[in-house]
């Protein structure tokens, strides 16, 4: 692991738009902190403290999710900081014996980062280690990130005691981390960003501190994966007195456990829901007939089980199990519809839609994908819901879908930085009118606004040129984005996007079906 990858690919969430990334600003870090760094103590204390871009995106049902997107000063900062002590980091994370979500190099280019396991195997490894038991406690932390005390990890790493002796010892791992987030949350001692890499590895160091406490007081048997815990046990008493000291660690680190999921259950019960065991053991016929009445099936069954488990992951494992039909083109108009009811029903599946749609390119019907990114706009423009409207958005780049000029206002108007990016670049390509009223972006565009949550939005129109603020040197008088924009570094490339679906030969489809079963046993409930 090196501070480039942790910038190139751990930076951004991975829930926006495929354009946003951070590629260039990772190529060029080294070069940025040397360039920071040469900087006096009065230019520096004008970076300060800086405020993150908000994305709020849907979790299952009504819930939603507020990720945050760093200023790139705090940031790289941040990343320096976990870089130059992976090696003490991970060694805290050896430590523990029941952490299945200890963030490793991710091999594959995805992200910096993924967890030593997907949430399936923690799943099945804590069903193989529960043969012997009765209880099973299934408990996890409310709100995890939004709730941890940045103060609480110098207590993780060097215990509550020596932390509280040497707040200002800025030798000590904790004290450099804690200080690097709330600089980049303007001061806030709330709370960690959702979506950057950096808070995996935050996350992890408390959760395997908390591990140890538990490891030291009883015998484990169990695992956590994040913030879910599932111990096992041989008596309900067990359970309860691990549970009791669990919920004491959680009060001397200001965490609160999550009621509402946790409880203790005796055998015999259940060790998936029903609606998982149904879907995954749908088969859709690979003849053309056959097909079409199992695409409505498969469909109307995943609706109905979405009625009985409203707060479930249902339609995003039902959409990507579609990747592996190869739809005939007579079918297509019927699948088209279904694909779209589900969008519209559960935005969540935005893009594996896109991924679908693009796959099928030639046979979308364009009139009625622009009804559909129309509602979608519609229905939550007004919520304040960035992640579809960005999504609808994309998908109208995508297919030179054009926005009409009393929407395409609403969503200029709005808060919604990654949005507003996205309709400046349909703005840039014809697909929303000139005529268009910029005046409240134009309120926002100032120097100043390059160290708050507009940082992004100002400095990607303001760059690109599609926004002309009153001071056109704008960006030239910030020491510290004159050099991003001297490198030429840029944080919105629209010639990325999803890939299309791969379809395998026959041979290898067949078998890739046979093996939805383990794919798709346990499903991947995303974690707070």
Known sequence: MNLEKLISKGYFPKELPPPFNTELLGNKVNAIINHFNSFDTKTKNKYRETHNVFFSTPKVGLSRRILGIPNPIHQIELSDIIIKNWTSIEK??????????????????????????????????????????????????????????????????????????????????????????????????????????????ISEILGCTFDKFLSD?????????????????????????????????????????????????????PFETAWVIALSNFRIRTNKKGQRTDLKNYISLAFEMLVTYPKDSIMKFTIRKLYYSKIYKENWTLFESLILKIGISEPVTLPHILRILLTYKKWVNKNRLKEFVNEIIRQHIYKGHHYEVSWALWIAHSFSIKINKPLAQQILDSKDVISII???????????????????????????????????????????????????????????????????IEFYDNTRQIEKITFEKEKEYLKKNQEERAEYKFIVIEYN
Not at 103 to 131: H, Q, V, W, Y
Not at 476 to 484: M, R
Request: charged content about 30%; proline content about 3%.
């Open 217 to 269: 007081k009883f015998s484990i048997k169990g695992y956590r994966f994040v913030d879910d815990c599932y111990f096992y046990f041989s008596s309900y008493s067990d359970a309860e007195k691990l549970f009791k000291y669990f919920q004491s660690i959680l009060t001397d680190f200001s965490l609160d456990i999550n009621e509402e999921k946790t409880c203790i259950k005796q055998l015999p019960y």
């Open 422 to 488: 996205i309709a400046l670049d349909l703005k840039s390509r014809g697909l929303i009118v000139d005529t268009i009223d910029l005046s409240e972006i134009l309120i926002e565009i100032n120097i100043d606004s390059l160290i708050t949550e507009w940082w992004l939005l100002v400095y990607e129109s303001v760059k690109k040129g599609w926004i002309i603020p009153a001071d056109r040197n704008l960006i030239e008088k910030s020491e510290y984005f004159k050099k991003l924009k001297d490198e030429n």
């Open 92 to 201: 805290i994370f050896s430590e523990s014996k029941i952490s299945s979500s200890k963030p490793i190099e991710d091999d594959s280019n995805d992200r910096a980062l993924k967890t030593i396991c997907e949430f399936g195997e923690f799943r099945e490894k804590c069903f193989e280690i529960s043969f012997n038991k009765s209880f099973e406690l299934k408990t996890d932390i409310s709100k995890y990130y939004p709730t941890i005390y940045t103060h609480s990890i110098p207590w993780a790493l060097h215990t509550k005691k020596v932390a509280k002796k040497k707040r200002f010892d800025f030798t000590l791992l904790g004290n450099l981390i804690d200080k690097a987030i709330r600089s980049g949350q303007s001061g806030q001692t709330k709370g960690i960003p959702i979506g950057p890499d950096t808070s995996r590895v």
